[in-house]
């Protein structure tokens, strides 16, 4: 009680200003006494220091802050009349957020970490959405603030820079050999999965509500990296002008059908579309080879056909998606009721808690995007599309400026599966395309994605680290 | 601690907070920008050199960018310029539970009668609009139309012609640039008085008024029609229901099916009224022949009970006797509403015969009353029943209008149209904007002028006397449909004035007993109504 009690008050007594001041001087302090020594030995072939380098981050985090500082008195401002007076435990939000920055700024300092710091700044940015619009929508059990369901988000943090800081300094190509394992384990998870799970909602889940599958997103993406790069040879191999070398995409190809089977099983038809998007676009930046894209277009319409004729899962939502209004109250009211919200929010929004998200089922997590829409306007929804566009293009430089091909495969990976998760997500929501029950990375809650989002941009910065 | 929360709500609670909130908004969306510029800035910093930029990964981001794009301006189709989806708004109007949602404030366009009137207009209170449906003074008056109108209601959603008609009647028929720009006007200022068109109908309030009154307390339906334009003057069916109170109209359950709008979808025997259908096919066959109708009736089979004419049950009620009809042609069979002479008449045209007699009339066609793009309100189909090649008796029921034969009281009325046009089939019409249009010629001029004889005779010396003296000459047929539920169904079907045809009419009141008794009374009303309105000439 009494550290909980101190938290908010260190966030809120001093201003948001001086908060952040303090948040960038004591962990510099810290690391500038380590830092001295190592600076005149490596200080020729290093040009930036470690407080320069990460500096951009620092100011990112700044304004973030400030910012989700500014939105959370706006949603508390925003709270109808009769609403019990704002207390310490409404800041618990605001404060696990400012928190993770704190710690997740200060460690990597502390540790001379070089991974990316603009990447980071982003994620605080979506993080600090995240938290916003969870806020709003009450998703923070403020009755039992030790309920673990509140610091997912200092969870992912953590786990983000534990795995940053372990597989740091091209420790990360230790990945490339557990491709294999990593292979099995998919499959272990999602056989072991499909037997003692219990059916929810047309999907999986494991006992307690969690879906360990969403961990296929980084096991796949090791497994597809450690296998192109072990045959990159071969796949950029030019013998043939339009076929691809049978051969050695073989046990891929096995591969590929057992893991589709068992996400056809599993009805978990938006992992797959996922899985399948990476696994494309990795052989494509593995061979430089455009036949991928159109074997991976002649694939996909084949595939949503028999989807469309032999699922009638699929098929409803199918149903639902092309002509919501035959089924208005049914079928089409979730995709017509987050459309309504966002007509009511319009160009501006209709303000920090002035609408009602409340109305679209499941809004905090699958809908989040329709809240945003709803309450910060077309303009809000632009700009967080920008800051994920912004993400994804870094995302793709670092892959991109990585040395081995193993560590920009696996970033590529990781960031497409980012990427083709937020377009299934935001298209579904504005109806460009069916719905697949896919969260918003960094945004919305929901304990596994969260988590495999955090540890999948942890990778990430440790591969843009380099293997210095 | 505390200090601080308390000074925080005081600034919370205050009357200014609003400003304030206002400021950091704008403040929020300048911190905002700093943050995407400051990242744009380092777009580049820390990664090194990056010599080897290989194609692929531009041309995944320039699809990523792409993909984003596009569902961006699919978004904006739906955020900003939602009213150019009517499903959409009409979703949001009868589903959305938000009370800002601009749906909620457009303003529904009046329905006005032919003259003008106001039958149904929107109110403005606040942010919401509510609709009301009344004419004169009271509200009760909302229930003369309310089911060729039917309601708009954002619990039980629409019907009728505020259903059918509800993308006009939004406004949601942007045609012009100029429009397209006012509306973007609109979105950007979020203004409100976002107003639709108004629905001018055929219908006249006096004369549907008489309908009303005349079928109050009643089951049935009283249609008026212009038989060369198919402008409906009148269309109303009973028992009504107040569009004004759904709430508690809707909770009171449906004694009588309130909702049930008789004169378009209730199906019912046609009975004698038929015998017009018949008689336009025997003409059109060149079938005017002589017939015996002896008293004890006839039967296409010893199994079946025997068709006899209601001069025989009358005779058999007072403990007389009477000798039959002997042998009659058309004209005195129809006068007298022979059944025997029919149900032979039907038997002798056949199967084929009679179902083109009654598909020329419009039988299995779903008439539109009203279209639009975006909805038709349709009557429906009266059902030519299906037979067997070798049922017979099935035939000659049909011929008297009874058997499985049901019809619409509409499709009746445009029976009496098409006689009364000279045999042209005119599509009926609610919307006085919308074009009359002709289905097509049900029989050749003149066997309908024959025809309109032999129904002016029914009027001036058969079954329709009581309609003889109104102070013009009129046309018309009896009905007394027998069926399952009771008491005959009473009917009555004509035109007038007879001498150059303005106006045709159908009654059915439901388990009326004799339709000269019942629907003839509700008919004459009508016709003199229309004749003071000046709507039947001189």
């Known amino acids: 009680m009494a550290a909980k009690k101190k938290a908010p008050g260190k966030s809120r007594k001093k201003a948001p200003a001086k908060k952040a001041s303090g948040k960038r001087k004591s962990p510099a302090k810290k690391a500038s006494g380590k830092r001295k020594p190592t600076r005149k030995k490596s200080g020729t072939t290093k040009p930036v220091g470690i407080r320069d380098f990460r500096r951009v981050e620092g100011r990112l985090f700044l304004w973030c802050s400030l910012s989700v500082v500014i939105g959370t008195l706006l949603l508390l401002g925003a709270r109808p009349a009769d609403a019990p007076p704002v207390q310490a435990v409404h800041f618990l939000p605001l404060v696990a957020y400012l928190g993770s920055l704190l710690f997740l700024h200060g460690v990597f300092l502390l540790f001379r970490f070089r991974g990316d710091p603009v990447l980071t700044g982003l994620m605080a940015f979506l993080a600090g959405t995240g938290v916003l619009a969870q806020t709003r929508m009450n998703t923070f059990n403020l009755e039992q603030v030790l309920d673990p369901g509140n610091f997912m988000l200092p969870a992912g943090v953590v786990l983000m820079v534990l795995t940053a800081l372990l597989l740091r300094k091209g420790r990360y190509l230790l990945l490339k050999p557990m491709a294999g394992l990593s292979a099995l384990g998919a499959i272990g998870i999602m056989g072991l999965l499909l037997a003692i799970g219990t059916r929810y909602r047309g999907a999986i889940f494991a006992p307690g509500g969690m879906t360990p599958s969403e961990i296929l997103k980084i096991l796949i993406v090791i497994f597809l990296a450690g296998f192109l790069t072990r045959e990159i040879k071969s796949i950029r191999d030019r013998s043939h002008p339009v076929l691809p070398p049978f051969r050695v995409l073989f046990p891929l190809a096995f591969y590929w059908g057992l893991l589709t089977v068992l996400l056809v099983l599993q009805r978990d038809l938006g992992l797959f579309v996922i899985l399948s998007t990476v696994l494309v676009l990795m052989l494509f930046l593995a061979s430089g080879r455009w036949q991928y894209l159109v074997y991976a277009g002649l694939a996909a319409g084949a595939f949503a056909f028999l989807t469309f004729h032999f699922l009638d899962h699929g098929q409803r939502r199918l149903l639902a998606w092309q002509d919501p209004f035959s089924d208005p109250a049914g079928g089409g009211w979730q995709v017509l009721q987050a459309l309504s919200g966002m007509y009511a929010g319009g160009l501006w929004g209709t303000g920090f808690g002035a609408g009602n998200p409340g109305q679209v089922p499941i809004a905090a997590s699958d809908f989040v995007y329709a809240v945003i829409g709803e309450e910060m306007g077309f303009v809000g929804c632009v700009v967080v599309v920008v800051a994920y566009l912004f993400f994804f293009v870094r995302g793709y430089r670092i892959s991109r400026a990585v040395g081995d091909p193993f560590g920009s495969l696996l970033a590529a990976g990781l960031v497409t599966v980012l990427a083709v998760q937020t377009f299934l997500n935001i298209a579904g929501v504005t109806k460009l395309v069916p719905v697949t029950g896919i969260t918003l990375p960094f945004i919305s809650q929901g304990g596994s994605s969260l988590i495999t989002s955090f540890v999948s941009l942890g990778i990430l910065l440790a591969v843009s680290q380099g293997r210095k | ?538």
């Open chain 2, 1 to 538: 601690m505390t200090p601080i929360f308390e000074i925080l709500n005081t600034i919370l609670s205050h009357p200014s907070w609003p400003h304030l909130a206002l400021g950091l908004r704008i403040l929020l969306g300048v911190m905002v920008v700093r943050v995407l510029w400051l990242v744009f800035r380092h777009r580049l910093s820390g990664l090194g050199k990056h010599a080897k930029a290989p194609f692929t990964s531009g041309v995944i981001l320039a699809m990523f960018v792409g993909l984003f794009s596009i569902v961006l301006v699919h978004q904006a189709s739906w955020q900003l310029f939602g009213l150019s989806r009517p499903k959409f708004v009409a979703f949001m109007q009868k589903y959305d539970r938000r009370q800002f949602n601009p749906a909620h404030s457009i303003s529904r366009g009046k329905i006005l009668d032919r003259k003008q009137r106001v039958i149904a207009y929107s109110l403005k209170k606040g942010e919401r609009v509510t609709r009301h449906y009344r004419l004169g003074a009271r509200r009760e008056e909302g229930e003369m139309c309310c089911h060729i109108v039917g309601y708009a209601h954002p619990r039980f959603g629409m019907a009728g012609l505020e259903g059918a008609a509800h993308v006009k009647l939004i406004g949601g028929g942007l045609n012009s640039l100029k429009e397209w720009q006012s509306l973007g006007r609109k979105i950007i200022h979020r203004a409100d008085a976002i107003e639709g068109e108004d629905l001018v109908l055929t219908l006249d309030i006096d004369l549907q008024n008489v309908a009303y009154r005349a079928l109050k307390g009643r089951r049935g339906a009283a249609i008026l029609m212009d038989v060369s334009d198919g402008a409906l003057l009148a269309i109303a069916s009973a028992p009504t229901f107040n569009p004004n109170r759904m709430a508690s109209e809707m909770s009171a359950g449906e004694p009588g099916s309130p909702y049930l709008n008789r004169a378009t979808q209730g199906l019912y025997p046609p009975g004698s009224t038929y015998k017009v259908v018949v008689a336009a096919g025997a003409l059109a066959q060149g079938l005017n022949r002589v017939i015996d109708c002896p008293a004890e009736g006839y039967t296409t089979s010893a199994i079946y009970p025997r068709i006899r004419d209601h001069e025989y049950y009358q005779a058999q009620r007072s403990g007389g006797t009477w000798n039959g009809h002997g042998a009659i042609d058309l004209t005195p069979a129809l006068v007298k509403s022979s059944n025997v002479y029919f149900a032979k008449l039907g038997v002798a045209l056949g199967h084929p015969a009679m179902l083109s007699a009654a598909e020329a009339f419009g039988l299995n066609d779903a008439v539109p009353i009203y279209a639009s793009a975006a909805d038709t309100l349709r009557a429906a189909p009266s059902p030519y029943p299906d037979l067997n090649t070798d049922d017979l008796y099935g035939l000659a029921q049909v011929s008297i209008g009874q058997g499985r034969l049901v019809v619409t009281p509409l499709q009746m009325c445009m029976v009496a149209a098409a006689i009364a046009n000279d045999g042209v089939l005119v599509q009926p019409r609610i919307d006085r904007d919308q074009a009359t249009k002709t289905i097509r010629r049900s029989m050749s001029v003149g066997h309908a002028q024959a025809l309109g004889v032999m129904m002016r005779k029914v009027v001036s010396e058969g079954t329709a006397r009581r309609m003889a003296d109104i102070g013009f000459l009129s046309a018309g047929k009896t009905g007394t449909a027998q069926n399952p539920h009771g008491e005959a169904h009473g009917w009555y079907i004509g035109f007038a004035p007879y001498e150059h045809p303005v106006v045709a009419v159908c009654v059915l009141i439901e388990n009326g007993g004799f339709g000269s008794s019942s629907a003839l009374p509700v008919a004459r009303d009508l016709f003199k109504e229309a004749h003071r309105l000046g709507y039947l000439g001189e």
